[in-house]
């Protein structure tokens, strides 16, 4: 994933363009940067964050930086904010999504043979410079947001700062939010809501999908309206969503309390403790531990101070090593104990076993698992989450190869909860990590605790529906 974070005030705007982007550093962990605009010419600063934490990195370099207008950008891979000049003018560019005809775009424009790409992410074209490249084909900011709207297969939402204010352009059908948020003599637009508090800000407006704004000290101006469809990925409120944010006026930790208490419900297993998976599991767990009348407890701890997310670096061996080494069991309230987890997800399941078999290790009587969504069938096409170099990566994907010995031409079944198929699946699932039980949310149950049109909510990882 990734998060972006601009400002643009009366007053210098540096600390809140500072803080406002860390706060979305739960959202990635490979580049942090800053763009700031003082003046005459941009000040901007990329730093990599895959060993230590984003404020580390700026900190000492805020003393020399002044500014009205800024924004910043957390990523998973390229650095950002790229600053460009162009024909249209001088620019800084923030981008989130996943380009997945990016390599159809780029060849094009190369044909062109006045065109090059000089930012290189990990050997590939910096998808944040390509969308630069087809703005800069247009004859104004507007077209060219509007352009990339129409290209870009995927999602991408961006973030556009020029001597005179800040565009934000939100994915055409939403599937990332975008919201503005003001204070006296500033606004402010962010991924993240949960950034305005600290900041002063109150929230002030949400874009809709496909909206492109103009934000300046004095106000919004709509550049051009939101579209009829929405697809917001679901996830924000099951796992990456910060519990203090809310996307089209639900929060991410009220839909988590309520997402347990429905998983709750419909389970009547015998335990002594729930407990969630730290940290996007615990939402569910007190939901769960709420609705059912049964104590919440931690059992185990995770080890916040050196460890980073551990689903982010590509390595298998490392992210599992991870997993194991940020978790520190309390062997005094696992042992001889019916524990029930809940867990945002399962997505290949290797972290979750090495969970387990740590539990046991502690003298766990059994180790119940309940995940906050349905089994994850299908990588994600349309964010940089729950994907995969191979859909075999996938738990689920791995235990219908199992059971049918081979691809199925059809997965529906699979995807269906009253299916016999999707029993078997589930129980291969089990038996490979070693659980006591493991049930998943339903996917109407999640939908309806989300709170939202159904109709505007992406569940393609679930059912592969578009």
């Known amino acids: 994933?990734?998060?972006?974070?601009?400002?643009?005030?009366?007053?210098?705007?540096?600390?809140?363009?500072?803080?406002?982007?860390?706060?979305?550093?739960?959202?990635?962990?490979?580049?942090?940067?800053?763009?700031?605009?003082?003046?005459?010419?941009?000040?901007?600063?990329?730093?990599?964050?895959?060993?230590?934490?984003?404020?580390?990195?700026?900190?000492?370099?805020?003393?020399?930086?002044?500014?009205?207008?800024?924004?910043?950008c957390i990523s998973d891979t390229e650095p950002q904010p790229m600053t460009v000049r162009s024909h249209l003018g001088n620019y800084a560019i923030s981008t989130v999504g996943k380009i997945n005809n990016l390599d159809e775009i780029a060849d094009k424009e190369i044909s062109n043979q006045n065109i090059h790409f000089l930012e290189m992410s990990k050997g590939t074209i910096n998808p944040t410079e390509l969308v630069s490249v087809i703005i800069d084909r247009e004859n104004s900011f507007k077209d060219g947001l509007l352009k990339a709207q129409e290209l870009i297969q995927g999602s991408c939402s961006i973030l556009l700062l020029t001597p005179q204010g800040i565009y934000a352009s939100r994915d055409k059908l939403g599937r990332t939010p975008l919201i503005v948020g003001k204070k006296e003599g500033s606004f402010c637009v962010s991924f993240e809501s949960c950034t305005f508090t600290n900041l002063g800000f109150k929230f002030n407006y949400e874009l809709g999908p496909g909206e492109i704004?103009?934000?300046?000290?004095?106000?919004?101006?709509?550049?051009?309206?939101?579209?009829?469809?929405?697809?917001?990925?679901?996830?924000?409120?099951?796992?990456?969503?910060y519990p203090s944010s809310s996307y089209e006026g639900m929060n991410v930790e009220v839909m988590r309390y309520r997402n347990g208490a429905a998983i709750a419900r419909n389970d009547y297993e015998e335990i002594d403790m729930i407990a969630g998976v730290p940290d996007s599991g615990v939402g569910h767990a007190i939901g769960y531990s709420n609705q059912a009348k049964i104590p919440f407890g931690r059992p185990f701890i995770k080890y916040t101070p050196t460890w980073s997310r551990s689903f982010m670096p590509q390595e298998q061996g490392i992210r599992n090593l991870v997993a194991r080494m940020?978790?520190?069991?309390?062997?005094?309230?696992v042992s001889g104990k019916r524990l029930l987890f809940c867990d945002d997800s399962i997505v290949r399941g290797t972290q979750m076993r090495e969970t387990v078999d740590l539990l046991y290790?502690?003298?766990?009587?059994e180790v119940h698992?309940?995940?906050?969504?349905?089994?994850?069938?299908?990588?994600c096409k349309y964010l940089n989450f729950s994907t995969s170099r191979s859909a075999m990566d996938l738990a689920a994907r791995r235990a219908i190869s199992e059971l049918e010995g081979k691809e199925p031409e059809s997965l529906e079944a699979y995807?269906?909860?009253?299916?016999?198929?999707?029993?078997?699946?589930?129980?291969?699932?089990s038996k490979r990590l070693n659980f006591s039980?493991?049930?998943?949310?339903?996917?109407?149950?999640?939908i309806d605790a989300i709170g939202i049109d159904k109709e505007k909510i992406c569940t393609y990882c679930w059912n592969g529906k578009e």
């Open 213 to 241: 704004i103009f934000l300046t000290p004095d106000g919004i101006e709509k550049i051009a309206p939101p579209r009829d469809k929405m697809k917001i990925c679901a996830f924000l409120w099951v796992y990456y969503g």
């Open 415 to 429: 995807c269906d909860p009253a299916t016999e198929k999707y029993n078997c699946m589930v129980n291969c699932i």
């Open 326 to 333: 940020k978790l520190m069991p309390i062997p005094e309230l």
């Open 437 to 446: 039980t493991l049930k998943y949310q339903n996917i109407h149950d999640m």
């Open 1 to 72: 994933m990734g998060g972006l974070f601009g400002v643009v005030s009366k007053e210098d705007c540096v600390m809140d363009v500072y803080f406002g982007t860390d706060y979305h550093s739960h959202l990635g962990t490979s580049k942090g940067g800053m763009a700031i605009w003082n003046g005459y010419s941009f000040n901007r600063s990329i730093h990599n964050i895959e060993n230590t934490q984003f404020r580390t990195k700026f900190e000492s370099e805020l003393p020399k930086i002044k500014g009205h207008m800024g924004i910043g």
């Open 361 to 365: 290790q502690c003298n766990a009587s």
């Open 369 to 379: 698992i309940r995940s906050a969504c349905p089994p994850i069938v299908f990588g």
